[in-house]
Nanobody, 127 residues
Framework: QVQLVESGGGLVEAGGSLRLSCAAS????????MAWFRQAPGKEREFVAG????????YYGDSVKDRFIISRQNAKNTVYLQMNSLKPEDTAVYYC????????????????????WGQGTQVTVSS
């Protein structure tokens, strides 16, 4: 079983940037697609970005395209989310997740396709 720990959240003004990290332990994630989701109070968990196991392919939710960048360093067993041009509507708890099945060609985007989750990190964007 893999353990995921997110870090890097915080309070930032609109237009600012933050970089989230997701450190995995217990087993390698180099064979797994990884993703970031977020959940705001009273809302459903929303797909933010996903990255293939090799790092060669990425996929973004419409609300963050052209502002967020997902990346990974398999040697460090870590996934990142660079968030730029932040907006108040980006305020949420951000979660890192590991896709259930390894070596998948298509990056999943629904929570049901992921079986390992971190505890989340709070991101608050002030207007």
């Amino acid at each position: 079983q893999v353990q995921l720990v997110e870090s890097g959240g915080g309070l930032v003004e609109a237009g600012g940037s933050l970089r989230l990290s997701c450190a995995a332990s217990g087993r390698t994630i180099s064979l797994d697609n990884m993703a970031w989701f977020r959940q705001a109070p009273g809302k459903e968990r929303e797909f933010v970005a996903g990255i293939s196991w090799s790092g060669g392919r990425t996929y973004y939710g419409d609300s963050v395209k052209d502002r967020f960048i997902i990346s990974r360093q398999n040697a460090k067993n870590t996934v990142y989310l660079q968030m730029n041009s932040l907006k108040p509507e980006d305020t949420a708890v951000y979660y890192c997740a590991r896709e259930k099945r390894s070596f998948q060609m298509i990056i999943a985007s629904t929570p049901e396709d992921f079986d390992s989750w971190g505890q989340g990190t709070q991101v608050t964007v002030s207007s």
